[in-house]
């Protein structure tokens, strides 16, 4: 399966630095641009389908995405961005404050690997691992064509792409190209069991 991975572009909770997790605050104007410019590079790519996190911010640069290359899009909630809990609308300084400066390693983790926010009453990185792996499984057996646009959040498809050992997104407004075959989904299904 040939996926083109993209996260949702700028909201104003983006520019002033404040963790969004499952708070749903709408692309701004840079954001909304963004997203046809996005559109733009996707052109050529062949996209023949396009499945987004059903939260606002990425909705929306789904729906602008396809209105521009005249492809058809739906909406899951298993691509949700990681739930922060009580650490959602903070800045990381705010969340350090407020909840101790252990959180910042939770939040800084550049492996994407090792974060949990469920003592916020949050996520835990296998858990959203697990998530987005389900979906992944859930639109390969609906056959939708390829390669296939994932609009989604960066903790999220971060955490999707360090569980297959690949590279971490490119910042907003770019996109990243993977292939998984069933085995690979299989195998990382069994190895999240087994650790669960």
């Given at each position: 399966?040939?996926?083109?991975?993209?996260?949702?572009?700028?909201?104003?909770?983006?520019?002033?630095r404040?963790?969004?997790?499952?708070?749903?605050?709408?692309?701004?104007?840079?954001?909304?641009?963004?997203?046809?410019?996005?559109?733009?590079k996707?052109?050529?790519?062949?996209?023949?389908?396009?499945?987004?996190?059903?939260?606002?911010?990425?909705?929306?640069?789904?729906?602008?995405?396809?209105?521009?290359?005249?492809?058809?899009?739906?909406?899951?909630?298993?691509?949700?961005?990681?739930?922060?809990?009580?650490?959602?609308?903070?800045?990381?300084?705010?969340a350090?404050?407020?909840?101790?400066?252990?959180?910042?390693?939770?939040?800084?983790?550049?492996?994407?690997?090792?974060?949990?926010?469920?003592?916020?009453?949050?996520?835990?990185?296998?858990?959203?691992?697990?998530?987005?792996?389900?979906?992944?499984?859930?639109?390969?057996?609906a056959?939708?064509?390829?390669?296939?646009?994932?609009?989604?959040?960066?903790?999220?498809?971060?955490?999707?792409?360090?569980?297959?050992?690949?590279?971490?997104?490119?910042?907003?407004?770019?996109?990243?190209?993977?292939?998984?075959?069933?085995?690979?989904?299989?195998?990382?299904?069994?190895?999240?069991?087994?650790?669960?």
């Amino acid at each position: 399966m040939k996926l083109v991975l993209a996260r949702h572009t700028e909201t104003e909770w983006n520019r002033e630095r404040k963790t969004q997790g499952r708070k749903n605050p709408p692309l701004n104007k840079k954001g909304r641009e963004d997203a046809a410019l996005l559109a733009e590079k996707l052109r050529g790519h062949g996209i023949q389908f396009i499945v987004s996190s059903d939260l606002l911010r990425a909705m929306q640069t789904a729906g602008i995405i396809s209105r521009i290359l005249g492809v058809s899009f739906s909406l899951s909630s298993q691509l949700r961005e990681c739930c922060f809990g009580k650490i959602e609308g903070h800045t990381r300084q705010e969340a350090a404050e407020l909840f101790g400066s252990d959180v910042s390693q939770d939040l800084n983790d550049p492996t994407f690997q090792k974060y949990d926010f469920r003592r916020f009453g949050g996520e835990s990185c296998n858990e959203v691992f697990t998530r987005h792996l389900d979906a992944l499984e859930r639109i390969m057996k609906a056959g939708l064509g390829e390669p296939l646009l994932i609009v989604g959040h960066g903790r999220g498809l971060c955490t999707l792409l360090a569980g297959f050992g690949l590279p971490p997104l490119p910042q907003q407004g770019e996109f990243t190209t993977i292939t998984l075959s069933e085995t690979e989904l299989r195998t990382a299904s069994l190895r999240i069991a087994a650790t669960s």
